[in-house]
């Protein structure tokens, strides 16, 4: 890991598929769903930080920590190891909004001179939070909509609003009516009628 784990402002660019490398680090194909929803997510919100992506500097250009030279880090070649599904969302959105500069930067966490291995299990280690979200039971979901309740509006049902409702979807996996998410709508929308019944539980006072 570069500079002990410190976040570093990369272009869409620089970054390339796992599938892309030699070495092929992709373990999973991107779900077209949570691309869709973190397009959703970011069109409303160009600047809504996501997660942070993980991505390991061409072996080729940089084979050990000790040769990676922090002022050349815009003129590497990086391979996306987690967060492929944010990266391609905002490809996407380049495609449609090639105005906004901002889709065009990535907050990174650098790694170099990793081993196939390695590169596979920190992978799959970032990958396995999002695989859970999206393979959660309805309790599950009411759960973590409840502590997110709880630790972002300290209870308050009078501080959720539309953003953090259509957060939590994007964090549990539902899909979002991207036809109806860049509206304007109130908290009976039908852009929520899915998730109703986890609303109803998650945002009660007290323990659910």
Same mark, same amino acid.
Not at 19 to 24: A, L, M, N, R, S
Not at 166 to 187: L, N
Not at 188 to 205: C, N, P, V
């Given at each position: ?36 929803? $973190? ?5 409303? &919100? %160009? *600047?809504?930080?996501? /997660?942070? !992506?993980?991505?390991? =500097? ?34 996407? $959105? ?5 105005? &906004? %500069? *901002?889709?065009?930067? /990535?907050? !990174?966490?650098?790694? =170099? ?96």
């Amino acid at each position: 890991m570069v500079d002990n784990g410190h976040t570093f402002q990369l272009n869409v660019k620089q970054l390339y598929k796992p599938t892309e490398c030699q070495q092929k680090y992709q373990i999973r194909k991107p779900h077209h769903l949570h691309v869709h929803n $973190l397009k959703t997510l970011m069109r409303y &919100n %160009p *600047y809504a930080h996501v /997660v942070d !992506c993980l991505v390991l =500097v061409d072996p080729k250009e940089v084979p050990a920590r000790h040769a990676f030279n922090r002022s050349k880090c815009f003129d590497y070649k990086y391979y996306v190891i987690g967060g492929n599904h944010s990266i391609e969302a905002r490809r996407e $959105l380049i495609q449609e909004y090639p105005n &906004n %500069p *901002y889709f065009e930067i /990535v907050k !990174c966490i650098i790694y =170099v001179g990793l081993t196939h291995s390695e590169t596979k299990l920190l992978a799959w280690d970032h990958n396995s939070d999002n695989e859970y979200r999206m393979s959660m039971t309805f309790i599950q979901r009411v759960r973590f909509i409840h502590n997110e309740f709880e630790q972002i509006c300290d209870g308050d049902k009078s501080m959720v609003d539309l953003e953090f409702r259509k957060q939590c979807c994007m964090e549990i996996g539902f899909p979002i009516k991207e036809e109806h998410a860049c509206k304007k709508h109130g908290r009976k929308s039908d852009i929520f009628r899915s998730t109703d019944a986890y609303f109803q539980l998650g945002f009660r006072m007290g323990r659910t």
